[in-house]
């Protein structure tokens, strides 16, 4: 069984590490656009409010103003929903920020369908092809909470810009304070030789359930948290490959130019095996109950089981 | 610096701009012109800026947001040898510092942060200038724009935001020469009446000759007088300013002279300072 401590939404380890941040480095600003509460950037602005700016409804001066603040020597984090934080200022994430190697990070809440009732708008799918196409940035979709805020941790030190994916839903609780995390290092959270099971985010959890369903049928598949999309860990990829011959990646992002395709370009250059992708195919979501999309979307542990058992047949 | 003297190194960064874009074959003529006194009455008499240490702690910070006029500032820190004028010679060339657009990468002292992309160098500046409010620093911020340029959203929302956190270490300068690409602003996209527009938000807004290098200064002195909200000088222009057949034509935004009308250039601007 899958150990599970509760449930938390991710973005409650992003507004976490930021206090954790705020209160050992003098030099980590905070900006919101109007959405500080729902992002969780809010007891950050409470605690240091003369470290903190709300640039309201306007997000090219939010990045515009990271950046400058990176230039004056400081460690800016930005934080709004991720279609606002990605799309919206794209050019100055990538001219300003990326062409200069700003210390600019980007917190991207409300990913993926789990935004749920709000619906397409706001349902972010498309952030990390987005981000991980541009030189210089780092991308990371953290699987919980306690991971969520370890990567915002680490990214206030890791130099230049860095992009974190995180949500708003409540979910599974898996990881503890112990669980190893390192910026560009996937880890082995479960054992197994017939498959390898590849996710990042929320579909971290879905990988581990889905493993459990398979062992049922006799299948061991290795699940692996990815939750560097980039500098994606080439090593634990290609080791995957040569070991379980074949391989599944999951993701709650579209289908092309995400997390799949980062693992497939790894392979293809250095290890070709079979693969099938678990993702959003080719299509924007709805309204609706958060579970019920990742049903209807085909996000789901089953829906991980199926892909092992097509890709097992092209082994 | 005496303002006969600032007219002097005006007219050798004009002869710079013509040289250096004339070796590059391509480039922007026609704006690095009209922004020469702007920026010679900045560097050589307000700005606080150590040519050999420009990462100083304590310097002003210049954000070009209208990158592709970077020959004028280049030659300006070459001028305050920032860096061998003989560099000025690499312009768009492979390998050079003295990228197309500014480039931060590049390392070039004096480059605080790629720009080129027009419309962001307000909220660059608005950044330093909140970061230097936070450290309670007395450090200034100074960012030259377009007419053009205020055609992007991206400017307004800076300039909403510039006063409202009271950023009155942040003078903006709009080097106002009326043309763009195609054609007069007035016809492409109207921007006027500008200073209208900044005082509305809440700028004391100054409105100058950008060519009148007392105007020029004064009005630098006058940013820094000023307290509780930000400085935006208007600046009228002529591009091309300074090569007659260059001067208001919009064809000169970004073309380069033949060899006759180089040398025709800076005979020009030679003659203008005997």
Not at chain 1, 156 to 176: H, M, Q
Not at chain 1, 197 to 219: D, H, P, Q, R, S
Not at chain 2, 111 to 136: D, F, N, P, R
Not at chain 2, 165 to 177: E, P
Request: one cysteine or more.
């Amino acid at each position: 069984m899958v150990e599970v401590f509760g449930k938390k939404a991710t973005k409650f380890g992003f507004g976490e590490g930021l206090v954790e941040l705020g209160k050992e480095n003098s030099k980590i600003f905070v900006l919101g656009a109007d959405t500080s509460s729902s992002v969780a950037i809010n007891t950050f602005r409470d605690m240091f409010p003369d470290r903190f700016l709300n640039v309201g409804i306007a997000e090219t001066n939010l990045l515009g103003m990271a950046a400058g603040l990176a230039v004056a020597g400081f460690i800016p984090f930005v934080a709004t929903y991720g279609v606002f934080a990605a799309g919206r200022p794209w050019e100055q994430i990538r001219t300003t920020i990326c062409y200069s190697n700003l210390n600019v990070k980007i917190g991207g809440s409300h990913s993926g369908l789990m935004v749920g009732p709000d619906g397409a708008t706001h349902q972010a799918l498309e952030e990390i092809a987005i981000m991980r196409c541009l030189p210089r940035m780092k991308v990371i979709a953290p699987c919980d909470v306690v991971e969520t805020k370890k990567a915002v941790i680490a990214s206030a030190y890791a130099n230049g810009p860095v992009y974190i994916r995180y949500g708003r839903e409540n979910t599974p609780i898996f990881t503890n304070d112990s669980s190893p995390f390192e910026i560009g290092k996937a880890n082995i959270l479960r054992e197994g030789n017939d498959v390898a099971i590849m996710a990042c985010g929320t579909m971290v959890y879905e990988a581990l359930m889905a493993a459990e369903l398979l062992e049922k049928k006799g299948i061991k598949a290795r699940v692996v948290n990815v939750h560097t999309i980039k500098p994606i860990d080439e090593k634990a990829i290609i080791s995957a490959a040569k070991e379980c011959g074949a391989i599944v990646t999951a993701e709650e992002h579209q289908i092309y130019g995400g997390f799949g395709s980062a693992v497939a370009e790894v392979l293809v250059k250095n290890y070709p095996v079979p693969v099938e992708m678990v993702a959003v195919n080719d299509t924007f979501g709805e309204s609706g109950d958060p579970m019920d999309l990742m049903t209807k979307y085909g996000l789901r542990d089953v829906n991980i089981v199926k892909a092992v058992q097509n890709v097992l047949k092209r082994k | 610096m005496e303002i006969s003297g600032l007219k002097i190194v005006s007219a050798n960064i004009r002869k710079d701009i013509i040289k250096m874009l004339e070796l590059a074959g391509s480039g922007h003529p026609g704006g690095s012109l009209s922004a020469v006194e702007l920026l010679v009455g900045l560097y050589f008499n307000h700005m606080r800026f150590n040519p050999k240490n420009t990462k100083d702690l304590n310097r002003d910070y210049f954000v070009l947001s209208k990158g592709h006029v970077c020959p004028v500032l280049y030659a300006v820190l070459a001028q305050l040898e920032c860096f061998s004028s003989d560099e000025l010679c690499t312009l768009r060339k492979a390998g050079s510092r003295l990228q197309g657009h500014p480039a931060k990468d590049k390392e070039l002292p004096g480059i605080e942060v790629s720009t080129g992309s027009l419309g962001y160098g307000l909220s660059i500046g608005a950044g330093i200038a909140a970061g230097m409010k936070q450290a309670k620093k007395d450090n200034k911020v100074y960012v030259l724009m377009g007419d053009g340029e205020q055609q992007e959203g991206s400017i307004w929302e800076a300039a909403m935001a510039v006063p409202q956190f009271k950023l009155d270490n942040l003078c903006a300068i709009v080097d106002n020469n009326g043309l763009q690409i195609d054609g007069a602003t007035k016809d492409v996209m109207n921007v006027e009446p500008l200073a209208d527009k900044y005082r509305s938000f809440g700028w004391n807004v100054l409105e100058i000759d950008g060519h009148n290098l007392f105007e020029v200064d004064k009005a630098y002195s006058q940013f820094k007088e000023t307290k509780g909200k930000p400085t935006a000088i208007i600046a009228k222009t002529v591009k091309g300013k300074g090569v007659s057949y260059m001067e208001n034509l919009a064809e000169w935004h970004g073309k380069i002279p033949s060899k006759e009308l180089v040398q025709e250039a800076l005979e020009e601007i030679d003659a203008s300072i005997k």
